[in-house]
């Protein structure tokens, strides 16, 4: 299943609810978020004139394009985090929006159970179940 959270990812004025997948293995240095091509347009991000990176993914090399600044916050039923920056990316041929490692720690997410997708907040008692997984397909 994996752990997926509620989260609102902003840029400009356009703000957009999606759910997002919680990625201890998607390593960053800085805050990252992926985000699938459809949702990208949705924000408005110019698609035209991305630049590719290599990166390393399960022994092979995918290439990311690099979006530009977003922000994003977690929303539940009873709490919603403040915002934090983080760096857009995408990966044609992947659908879901996917947070780095980095970003999970902003955010104060932590697994409790990654198969069965419970998680809660840095420092709360409160254990909370996953939400159902969006592909954002064009």
């Known amino acids: 299943m994996g752990v997926r959270v509620l989260v609102e ?8 609810a999606t759910p997002a997948l919680i990625n ?5 240095y800085e805050p990252e978020i992926h985000v699938p ?15 590719g990176e290599k990166y390393k993914v399960v ?5 990311a394009y690099a979006l530009g600044e977003i922000y994003a916050r977690v929303v539940t039923e009873d709490k919603v985090t403040g915002w934090v920056k983080a760096d857009a990316v995408t990966t044609p041929g992947e659908y879901e ?15 409790i159970k990654p198969k069965t997708g419970l998680w809660k907040f840095h420092g709360e008692e409160k254990t909370r179940e996953s939400v159902e997984s969006r592909y954002w397909i064009e």
């Open 97 to 111: 929006v996917i947070i780095s490692d980095t970003l999970t720690e902003k955010l104060q997410i932590e697994i």
């Open 24 to 28: 201890s293995g998607y390593e960053a």
């Open 37 to 51: 091509l459809a949702l990208a347009k949705k924000l408005g991000f110019k698609l035209e004139e991305l630049r």
């Open 59 to 63: 022994g092979t090399e995918v290439t």
């Open 9 to 16: 990812v902003k840029r400009g004025g356009e703000v957009t």
